[in-house]
């Protein structure tokens, strides 16, 4: 039941960003550039729901509170809902569904690249993320391919690096956060190993005496 409801306020938190660009549109338009603005502003909360769901594993190692694992494929699939609605943007409103133009943008310019890379890459993770897909693939192969979210995250914030001018603040802060996130995953992995390593033989079964 708590779970429910927590579910239903993440789920109604996560679509606060979009109800406020339509709103922002509808009562006080969005400004001289609104390609630009409803642009960046999906590409912030991409970035931002793909750290999120990295975030749902340490978090809940840490704090012990194991039902969070229950709200990480919903923010995981905000993401790719973001996601989708950013790379919309860019071919309905940028390149009004010119493919042969958006093909050139994507191998000409290196942060489009890089960001259509970590789309791409969202599309598996988005189509598995049922229960029916993990008892397909089995767990382990399910975990394997659940990691590209790592590579998506490190691309991501490559893509908004090469695209900003100037300014370097904000990538930074999103990359510290990445990079704290990252190391967290491989310092649980040596220490696991090492506990692994650490670990006393198993006591051999006694060979039957053969007298
Ligand atoms: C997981 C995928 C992606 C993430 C997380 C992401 C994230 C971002 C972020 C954070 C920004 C900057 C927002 C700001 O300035 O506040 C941005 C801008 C932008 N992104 Fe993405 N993006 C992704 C995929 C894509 C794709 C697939 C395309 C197009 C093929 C794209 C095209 C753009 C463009 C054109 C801009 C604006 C550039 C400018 O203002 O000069 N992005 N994106």
Redesign the pocket.
Same mark, same amino acid.
């Given at each position: 039941m708590k779970l429910r409801l927590t579910k239903l306020v993440i789920f109604l938190a996560a679509l606060i960003p979009l109800a406020r660009l339509g709103w922002r549109a509808l009562h006080y338009g969005l400004g001289a550039n609104p390609i630009?603005v409803i642009?960046?502003?999906?590409?912030?909360?991409?970035? =931002?729901l =793909?750290l999120t769901t990295l975030s749902i594993t340490p978090l809940r190692r840490i704090t012990r509170q194991y039902w969070l694992i229950g709200v990480r494929r919903m923010i995981g699939l905000f993401?790719?809902f973001? +996601?989708t609605l950013?790379?919309l943007?860019? =071919?309905w409103l940028?390149k009004f569904f010119d493919v042969h133009e958006?093909m050139k943008?994507?191998a000409k310019?290196r942060? =489009?690249t890089? +960001?259509?890379?970590?789309?791409?890459?969202?599309i598996p993770l988005a189509l598995t993320s049922t229960a029916w897909s993990i008892r397909r693939l089995g767990g382990k192969n399910w975990q394997r391919l659940h990691r590209l979210i790592y590579l998506?995250?490190i691309?991501?914030?490559v893509?908004?690096t090469w695209?900003?001018?100037a300014d370097l603040r904000?990538?930074i802060e999103?990359g510290v956060v990445l990079g704290i996130l990252l190391l967290y995953r491989v310092g649980v992995w040596f220490s696991e190993k090492a506990s692994e390593k650490s670990k006393p033989p198993a006591i051999p079964t006694p060979a039957r005496n053969p007298l």
């Open positions: 630009e642009t960046h502003s999906t590409g912030d909360w991409t970035l =931002i =793909i993401a790719f973001y +996601g950013h790379f943007t860019y =071919i940028d958006m943008d994507i310019r942060f =489009i890089v +960001g259509f890379s970590a789309f791409v890459l969202l998506t995250g691309l991501a914030v893509h908004y695209l900003v001018k904000k990538p999103y």
